[in-house]
């Protein structure tokens, strides 16, 4: 019930709830399902990252080497870049890489 109210809930209320979101929550809101994943990432909704990067002072994320989204995967997302496995908790910001313990020893 709750599920289907907030797929219901206008745009703007998602936005809006987005904009107080941490970068890791923001990167979960992605994943659940179309419209906001749509919205999230829209060049429309650049500000709520452009906010989260200044509230969190991360500086990679100013890097340009990476999008937002795609710095936040390399951070918070636990699949291997190699093997795409779960549990990957070895990461390497120099190649911008996570992997597991596996992969990482093969390197
Ligand atoms: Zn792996």
């Not at 990167?27 to 452009?50: H, N, Y």
């Not at 951070?75 to 549990?87: L, M, P, R, S």
């Amino acid at each position: 019930m709750l599920q289907q109210g907030f797929q219901n809930a206008p745009l703007d209320v998602i936005r809006d709830i987005a904009t107080h979101l941490d970068l890791k929550t923001l990167l979960a809101l992605t994943r659940t399902c179309r419209v906001t994943r749509s919205l999230v990432l829209d060049p429309t909704s650049a500000a709520i990252w452009a906010d989260i990067k200044a509230r969190e002072a991360i500086p990679m994320l100013s890097s340009g080497v990476l999008t937002d989204v795609e710095f936040a995967r390399l951070v918070y997302d636990k699949t291997c870049h190699c093997c795409a496995k779960g549990q990957a908790n070895k990461l390497d910001f120099t190649f911008l890489i996570r992997t597991c313990a596996k992969c990482w020893n093969k390197k």
